[in-house]
Structure formats: structure tokens, C-alpha cells
């Protein structure tokens, strides 16, 4: 089993920035590759951004591209999400999600393709 713990989230005026930590457990941490997803209000899980096993590659939704940067420290057992110019469309539910992988440098990028998740924290961006 895989434990994930989110933290950073809160609230902050649009044009800010917040940085998302997400501390993984129970596994070795470069067996894993790593994700962030987000939920809207009424709205559906979507992705955000991934990362591979061993960090080397990255994949980000087009909607964040150029204002977020996901990172990884694998002796730190974290993955960081670097959020710049937030803007207020960027407020919802963040989640951090892992799946054990043979695969170094592939980036998985769908909700199926992972099968651990933390609980969330929340991310709001005023106007």
C-alpha cells in the first residue's frame, strides 16, 4: 500500500503563487510514478500534470502549461507542484496520486492509470 499526504493548499489572490507538497509512504518512492489531478466543484477529476519514475519526463494539461512545474525528490519521498500565475478557473480540489511502475521515463497521464490517492487539499484563487 502507498500512503500520499497533500499539503500547501490555501488561498491566494489571482496572479499568486502556491507551492503543493505530497508525501508519499509504504513503497519505495522511485518505484512510483506520480501525478496531480484536480476537482472542481461540479465537475470532473481532470489532470493536471505527471511525472515519471525517475523524473525525467513530464506531461502537463495545456491549461497549466508554463505556470505550473511539477518536481520530484526522490530522497525527500515528495512531489512538488510549483503554481504560478494562478488564476481564479485554477481553483478546486488538488490530488496527488501514484502507481507503482516498472517504466522510468513514462508519463502516465489518465485517472485509471493510477490507483493510490491522498485526500486532497484545497486550492482557491480569488479575483
Known amino acids: 500500500q502507498v500512503q500520499l499526504v497533500e499539503s500547501g493548499g490555501g488561498l491566494v489572490q489571482a496572479g499568486g503563487s502556491l507551492k503543493l507538497s505530497c508525501l508519499a509512504s509504504?513503497?519505495?518512492?522511485?518505484?512510483?510514478?506520480m501525478g496531480w489531478f484536480r476537482q472542481a466543484p461540479g465537475k470532473e477529476r481532470e489532470f493536471v500534470v505527471a511525472?515519471?519514475?525517475?523524473?525525467?519526463?513530464?506531461d502537463y494539461a495545456s491549461s497549466v502549461k508554463g505556470r505550473f512545474t511539477i518536481s520530484r525528490d526522490n530522497a525527500k519521498n515528495t512531489v512538488y507542484l510549483q503554481m504560478n500565475s494562478l488564476k481564479p478557473e485554477d481553483t478546486a480540489v488538488y490530488y496527488c496520486a501514484a502507481a507503482i511502475t516498472i517504466y522510468s521515463n513514462i508519463v502516465f497521464t489518465k485517472r485509471v492509470e493510477y490507483n493510490y490517492w491522498g485526500q486532497g487539499t484545497q486550492v482557491t484563487v480569488s479575483s
Open positions: 511525472i515519471s519514475r525517475s523524473g525525467g519526463s513530464t
Open positions: 509504504g513503497r519505495t518512492f522511485s518505484s512510483l510514478r
